[in-house]
């Protein structure tokens, strides 16, 4: 079995969690989770970044998370555990797969299938700001080729394995000429090695504005950090599925999955929370531990329960839905289904790519070095 660290979270979380471990178990997963501690319990504890050393520890072991919602204490001085996670452990990919469920749950459009791939690490998210003046605040944009490298190819690896046929880039490269153009470029070679895969570029406001409009247009979505982090959930939005999608942050050597949900500490202890959003993200985990297999045979039970209307209160509509249920009958609703395939929503069919992605490590080529001029600023207050 795969050792995987699991997180059971706060609020919601290890209601969802459970529910969740009890459909893998049920479906087969080659697993076997070993518990960690993180999030409020742990940074009420003094650990200002909500993780101490033993979950450390454990996830350089396991090398796969599983991980429930958590809940950041208000006040200064807690640092986000999913900064801190995506930092540590080298998670460079973002992945979202987002797709609408017509006619069981409301959405703008009902034919939507995009998978929104995010670099994690760089961009304005690096967090790296100064005070230049009295008056002037700047917050530095990093993109380098070696983060551009990988997730432009993750991309592309990844429509291979899993059957897509047109990757996208987004930047906004007719104002951000260097850094902008420096991912554009490499989107441009790297498209070169996947003959196979359509590729096209588009600037980033005016992608954002037809992927609301007409998101059937649109497959993978590749882009950098803050773009990403804005098209995720536009697109999560007009799917009207926000509480349904799983997450996957991937690394080289380490992968967190996860629902994209908070931890709904208003709910948290009633057994009405649904465990779709997690149940998804550990969906593409076993896809992304070549249990392609496992992975189809829960999402399309889980289809199938959506269909004959078995619903938890967040999507139970009066007159549609067939049953009210909570966390654990809706896990039993799933469980019943196993083995049983949709009728009307798209059948999930991961096991159909060869999934396998590939991400050759960088070698940076030696280039000439020429000082051309000095950057020199003051602060001047005017005669």
Partial sequence: ?????????????????????RILNAAGANI???????????????????????AWDTIRKCKIILKAPITTPQGKGYKSLNVTMRKSLGLFANVRPVSSLHPYIKTFHTDMDVVIVRENEEDLYAGIEHRQTQDVYQCLKL???????????????YARAYGRKKVTCMVKDNIMKITDGLFHKVFDEIAVEYPDIESETQIIDIASARLAAKPQNYDVIVTSNLYGD???????????????????????????FEAIHGSAPDIAGKAIANPSGLLNGAVMMLAHLGQNETADKIKNAWLR???DGCHTADIYQEGKSAKLVNTGEFADAVIERLGQQPEKLPLSVLASGNGEINIPDYHRKKEEKTLVGVDLFIDWEGS
């Fill in 1 to 21: 079995a795969v050792p995987i660290a699991v997180a059971m979270g706060d609020g919601i979380g290890p209601e969802i969690m459970k529910a969740t471990l």
């Fill in 305 to 307: 329960t959506l269909e």
């Fill in 230 to 256: 804005i098209i995720s959930d536009i697109a999560a939005e007009i799917a009207g599925s926000v509480g349904m999608c799983g997450s996957a942050n991937i690394g080289k050597e380490v992968s967190m």
């Fill in 32 to 54: 076997e989770p070993h518990e960690i501690q993180v999030g409020e319990k742990v940074y009420l504890s003094g650990q200002t970044a909500g993780i101490a050393q033993e």
């Fill in 143 to 157: 993109i380098t080729r070696p983060g551009s490298e990988k997730i432009v190819r993750y991309a592309f690896e």
